[in-house]
């Protein structure tokens, strides 16, 4: 895949930045002029990547114990995150990222307030596609991974209604859930256990690893418990994952199991984001071979067919 989207560095104003969990925050900008035309054309699974290097600490009360001693450390380069929706109105385009505070950039980003600016690169990589022909297609998220697939539950309920999608959510624990609302076992029994995708009229799933809330295990149990309930032709089915390697890897095995169509979103440290430091590597096959060479998550990605990468 090769990506010919409009890049660039551009000015977006924040809208709101809300607490949203225990340590989960949603951040909306606004772009407007070139950056509202370059940002309309964002593809579910594409990135973009925020310049954090100026944003101040939040004051030491407000500091996690487990992060006071790497906070002061200064940020020089700038992070990516996934969307979990963009939208244009007008001349304007609207961006929604989800994210969760690890570190001192994701620490120092809960100061940002409404009005400020951020400088933004982007839309960077490759994002999900739609084969012609698929009828199903299964969304599977652990952790942090369901921001590209949320804005690709919207793409595809917005301009595939045709196909019939369903969500699998994956977290340690209830807490660890990025999701917003009533996790209740109504909603759970009706199939739309996580609000984000029901919106969308998606059913879900929710899996955690200590059956705090849904299914008591790995998302990926449930993922083969819909394939053995479900007897739709494999090349009708196409799975889309996002989420920690070893969960990707599983994915992918399963897929290749089943001989389904998979794409994966993979996650490196991205640098620079165009594939100029050569720091985000991915050991993919050689088709027809057995030999392998290294891809840029960045540029080359951050989406793959799961048949080419080496886990």
Not at 38 to 49: N, S, W
Not at 77 to 83: A, E, I, Q, T
Not at 139 to 149: A, D, E, H, Y
Not at 248 to 269: G, T, W, Y
Request: proline letters at 6%; hydrophobic letters at 35%; aromatic letters at 8%.
């Amino acid at each position: 895949m090769t990506d010919t989207s409009v890049k660039g560095m551009f000015e977006a104003v924040v809208t709101s930045n809300k607490r949203i969990g225990h340590r989960f925050y949603k951040l909306k900008l606004i772009f407007s002029g070139e950056g509202a035309k370059a940002f309309a054309d964002f593809k579910p699974g594409q990135f973009l990547e925020i310049d954090v290097s100026n944003i101040a600490l939040p004051p030491q009360e407000n500091i996690p114990a487990d992060l006071l001693d790497a906070s002061s450390r200064n940020i020089l380069l700038r992070r990516p995150f996934s969307c979990t929706d963009v939208a244009t109105h007008g001349d304007k385009t609207t961006a929604d990222i989800l994210y969760c505070v690890l570190g001192p950039a994701t620490l120092r980003m809960t100061t940002i307030k409404p009005e400020d600016s951020l400088s933004i690169i982007g839309p960077l990589g490759n994002g999900f596609t739609i084969p012609e022909n698929k009828k199903y297609a299964l969304l599977v998220s652990g952790g942090m991974g369901i921001p590209p697939l949320q804005h690709l539950g919207k793409s595809l309920f917005t301009d595939n209604p045709d196909i019939i999608t369903t969500a699998f959510v994956g977290a340690k624990s209830k807490a660890d859930l990025p999701v917003k609302g009533r996790l209740d076992e109504i909603s759970q029994q009706l199939g739309f256990s996580v609000p984000v995708f029901a919106g969308y009229g998606i059913e879900s799933m929710i899996a955690t690893d200590n059956g705090s809330v849904g299914y008591k295990g790995f998302v990926t149990d449930c993922l083969i418990q819909w394939l053995e309930e479900n007897d739709a032709p494999s090349e009708e089915i196409i799975i889309y994952s996002c989420g920690p390697e070893t969960m990707l890897k599983k994915v992918s095995q399963i897929a290749r199991d089943k001989n389904i169509d998979c794409q994966i979103s993979m996650e490196r440290r991205m640098a620079c984001g165009i594939g100029l430091c050569q720091s985000c590597a991915i050991e993919c096959k050689v088709p027809d071979s057995d030999q392998s060479i290294y891809k840029m998550c960045c540029q080359d990605g951050p989406v793959f067919d799961s048949r080419e990468v080496v886990f």
